[in-house]
């Protein structure tokens, strides 16, 4: 909404909704420093030496703030027995996200508009038991997935990661568009079928364009669901292969030598960032194409 | 060859019949009119001809060619639809070629055909606008452009007006006319608003809950409906349909009976014949609101007949006003000029043009 339109709205006047807004904002403040706090807490822990931290209380400020710490993490932490830091983990997770992320939404988008705009017998049933897929829990899967991958000879490595996050965000990225394309006047096709458009072109030429929303929504969505992953991560893959989510973990709980916390804050701050950046680049889609999808559907 | 003919077309969605066993022939460049309310089809048959859904039995031929298994891109038709259907993300131009670009058409000649039917339809000032961005008459004629480029046997019209506001509604009717004048192609055309069915059609097909109940040419349609639906249905204020009974009174009459008295309305010769057959018998008696006056206003005929009843209700609508009185069990309606109106509650002479009435069997609905 732009800042007119909600400059425009009428409010009520007087003392008393004066003090109902002061407390209000002072409740929102509230929120905003709980959530805020640990984040804090992270960045400037990351930025203290560890003598600082072993002296200084949590809340402190850093005295003479510097980025050793982030270096290690980066690249000379000890994950198990190597110690290269997260970089070649952090690879692997975007060797990871991209496809799978790319994979799921192309198939999502595909799915969708097939499931409204071509409509065929049995079209309901299929999409109430590909949403099924949405319900069913991760530690359901793993089992049955893991002797998928070994019959398939994917067993720990990246690939077999990419298809596992593939096949179950299926479920999530074929209902966002699925609402999105019920929205769509089913006229736009059949304009286009007289046109002579096929089902590609059709997808490709029409109904596409016309997603961005969609597209956003499901991006974010499936980007933070697979890079933010542990269990698929650390079940189906193997020391090297590990998503960064995994070698952080390990990178915390090394259990030799000193807790080098401003290290472990470093990496944590590190391995979110990816998401981080995503929200705050597309956020305002999300929102939005959520909001829509949520009327359509 | 652009004649289109449907043989027993029936289709059905699962359990639910929507065409129930049409036979209908539309000649090549006719502009043929689909009529009926709400739910009765007319689309559904529509999509059948473009081919947007399949038959569930029956023939469908356009020109000498049995369409039942071609395709819409295949069978040389263009469809213009009631929401638009405009692609939202294409300009104009695009939209208008999008066609031509999926058959490949060479892009000069795809700039030839633009240019022609964008002069034609007035849309060259807009052509790199997106359709969010035009008024629904521009975009509604974005859609026919689209149709136009086609070079289509024939066209096929689904409610194409019905989102305008009356003004441009009247002034695009127009220009629809010419525009088959000028290309006389056949179209097929469905609407809700009987006026535009009677200027634009050749013939017009009254349809009702998936039968075609009458096809024939607007005036035939006004003035002789083969039953109680199309003569509803046909003109607004519709027909006013009384229950009588047949006399014989030295000459036939239709006997109607309600709390102010009875009236007897002479039948015209035209009707003897019927009325011999169903002496005693109940009828319903049809009169056009336009046939009753105030008495002394319509050029006098043997068939005038003149009857007192009381004003119910005054409905002035510019050019005439509707009188509204009770006649039997109804409420009938009568249409004077606007000078010849009195108050509410006071009483009336009307006259009625016999000439014009009809008679309907009560059981069947078939016009006698
Ligand atoms: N895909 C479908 N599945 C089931 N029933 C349908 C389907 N399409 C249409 N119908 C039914 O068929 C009947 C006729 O629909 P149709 O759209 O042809 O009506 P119409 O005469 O065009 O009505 P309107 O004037 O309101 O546009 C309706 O009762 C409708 O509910
Ligand atoms: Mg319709």
Known sequence: ?297 | MSNVRLEKVWKRFGATEVIKGVDIEFNEGEFVVLVGPSGCGKSTLLNLVAGLETLSSGNIFIGDRLVNDIPPKDRNIAMVFQSYALYPTKTVHKNITFGMETRRVPVAEQERALKQVTELLHIDSFLERKPGQLSGGQRQRVAMGRALVRHPDVFLFDEPLSNLDAKLRIEMRTEIKKLHQQLGKTIIYVTHDQIEAMTLASRIAVMDNGHIRQFASPETIYEEPEDLFVAEFIGAPSMNIVRGRIRKKGQYVVEVIDEEGSILFPLPDRLLKPAAAREDQEVFLGMRPETITRKGAQRPSVNMFSFQRAIDVVEPTGPDTMLVFTLGNIEAIARVHPEDREQAGAKYAFEVDMGKAKLFDVKTGKRL
């Open chain 1, 1 to 297: 909404m732009s800042r007119a339109a909600i400059d425009g709205i009428v409010r009520p006047k007087g003392a008393r909704n004066k003090v109902l807004r002061v407390l209000l904002f002072f409740i929102l403040g509230l929120f905003v420093l709980y959530y805020l706090l640990p984040l804090f807490v992270m960045v400037s822990t990351s930025l203290k030496s560890l003598d600082e931290i072993r002296g200084g209380s949590l809340l402190s400020l850093p005295r003479n703030p510097n980025f050793d710490a982030w270096g290690k993490a980066w690249q000379s932490a000890c994950v198990g027995v190597r110690c290269n830091g997260l970089r070649p983990y952090m690879w692997n997770s975007v060797a990871m996200v991209v496809p799978a992320v790319l994979i799921s939404t192309t198939l999502g988008a595909l799915n969708g508009y097939a499931l409204t705009k071509w409509r065929f017998r049995g079209a309901d049933t299929i999409f109430a038991l590909m949403l099924f897929g949405a319900f069913i829990p991760f530690q359901v899967v793993l089992l049955p997935m893991a002797r998928t991958l070994g019959l398939m000879g994917l067993a720990g490595s990246v690939t077999g990661l990419i298809f596992v996050h593939t096949v179950y965000g299926l479920a999530f990225t074929t209902l966002y568009f699925r609402n999105f394309f019920i929205g769509v006047s089913d006229g736009i096709v059949q304009a286009a079928k007289i046109d002579g458009a096929g089902f590609f072109r059709i997808f490709f030429h029409v109904m596409l364009p016309m997603a961005p929303p969609a597209i956003v929504v499901t991006v974010i969505w499936q980007f933070t669901q697979i890079w933010n992953d542990f269990l698929f991560g650390i079940a189906f893959t193997v020391g090297d292969s590990n998503p960064v989510t995994v070698a952080l973990n390990n990178i915390v709980n090394t259990s030799t030598g000193v807790k080098e916390y401003n290290v472990d804050m470093a990496a944590a701050i590190l391995a979110a960032l990816p998401t981080l950046l995503v929200y705050i680049i597309a956020g305002k889609y999300f929102v939005r194409g959520l909001a829509a999808g949520a009327l359509k559907g």
